[in-house]
């Protein structure tokens, strides 16, 4: 090329970089919040708020109380309760679950009462009536299952049997429960058997869940016996769970043939598979889980393996043919209205997942749809319906 056309190229290119030029301004201008670098008196930094970035990590940057603590609840009411589970020694497949609970806290910092709003309904579930906290982990031992699943049941007692907030709606708080393997339900169900009653059971999870001991684990002890693949069949048994409840998205091998589903069905279970959702669509399996479950209470329980494992890879037991991470959410969506008394997201093992997060991702959303659902949807308690007689 010419050395004039150098020139010529070079002045143009001069020209638009000038003409496109922008500075910050050195000279403070009219906004209050303009500061200029450097030079900042103590007082006009402010470390309590304005990031996500500070403070515990708690689910959806809610406050945490030490909920399990006569002096760290004094004086901090709630309505809903965010609780971890910290337990995978019931798994028969991969382990990891413990850490779930972290893992799904630390996803859903994009997530607070400032940055809540629903771009689908309008509303925002962290202003609303109902206070909402996260209440950390029960501590759980590592070495007994017995002693940790006692540990777990009395911590739910703990949690649910304090005043709630706004005793308007309820005087009884309800529980979201971050698993933790899924046995760790038994303990939830327990609790909320005391202050509902029997609850149907909306079980969305790739496997049944209601083997019997002696099938699966129990051949060997009464210890083995109750493990994530038993407890449902175990929640019949002690009659916490009423006739009316529905597994969703199952897909995953039975261990007999005709045996496994027939004491499914004792135990009070329909079942939509997970390919029922090409006939019947996210509307048809939300509207036959409210046809079965309506007109009592309900408890939501989600292992997370409900999802295809290319949305959610880290957990115990992944099966291939499961449901996108939108069609739960949209499922979810269409059980608005139901008398949701407690719930939970387990099975989470954060070990497997991809450099993306993309598990802890969808749970920490599931978690968010269920405390819609229970926001949206005040329940009275059976003390609630005793004092009013």
């Not at 090409?278 to 048809?284: I, K, L, P, S």
């Not at 499922?331 to 997060?357: F, H, K, Q, S």
Request: glycine share 12%; charged share 20%; aromatic share 6%.
């Amino acid at each position: 090329m010419r050395p004039e056309a150098l020139q010529l190229l070079g002045a143009t290119l001069l020209g638009v970089s000038q003409a496109r030029e922008w500075q910050f301004s050195h000279v403070l201008g009219s906004s209050a919040a303009q500061k200029p670098l450097g030079g900042l008196a103590d007082d006009d930094v402010d470390i309590l708020y304005g990031s996500q970035f500070n403070g515990l990590t708690t689910y959806a940057r809610v406050p945490y109380v030490n909920c399990l603590s006569d002096d760290g609840a004094e004086g901090n009411k709630y309505d809903i309760a965010v609780l971890g589970a910290p337990f995978d020694t019931g798994v028969t497949a991969r382990p990891g679950a413990r850490y779930g609970p972290q893992g799904i806290r630390a996803s859903s910092q994009r997530k607070s009462a400032d940055a809540g709003w629903s771009v689908y309904t309008g509303k925002n579930a962290l202003k609303s009536w109902a206070t909402v906290v996260d209440c950390g982990d029960v501590p759980l031992t590592v070495l007994d299952n017995n002693y940790a699943l006692a540990q777990l049941t009395k911590g739910h007692k703990i949690v649910s049997g304090r005043k709630a907030a706004n005793e308007s709606y309820s005087t009884t708080p309800r529980i979201i429960a971050l698993g933790g393997d899924h046995t760790t339900t038994l303990p939830a169900l327990r609790s909320v058997y005391q202050h509902w009653g029997q609850v149907s059971v909306i079980h969305f999870d790739s496997h049944i869940d209601t083997w019997r001991p002696s099938v699966l684990g129990g051949g060997i002890s009464d210890y083995a016996g109750l493990n994530h693949g038993t407890f449902l069949h175990i929640a019949h048994e002690e009659g916490l769970i009423r006739n009316s409840s529905i597994h969703a998205g199952i897909r995953g091998p039975v261990m007999r043939p005709k045996g496994d589903l027939r004491n499914d069905e004792r135990c009070g279970f329909e079942r939509l598979t997970a390919r029922d959702i090409d006939r019947f669509g996210t509307a048809g399996i939300a509207s036959r889980i409210r046809d079965r479950v309506s007109g009592g209470p309900v408890y939501i329980s989600v292992d997370i393996d409900v999802l295809d494992p290319a949305f959610a890879p880290a957990t115990g037991t992944p099966e291939p043919g499961g449901w996108t991470t939108r069609e739960l959410l949209a499922i979810l969506d269409g059980l608005t209205g139901l008398d949701v008394v407690g719930a939970d997201v387990v099975e989470v093992a954060p070990a497997y997942d991809t450099r993306g997060e993309t598990t802890t991702l969808a749970a920490a959303e599931v978690v968010w749809s269920l405390l819609e659902l229970m926001i949206e949807t005040p329940v009275k308690s059976l003390a609630d319906r005793a004092s009013s007689q």
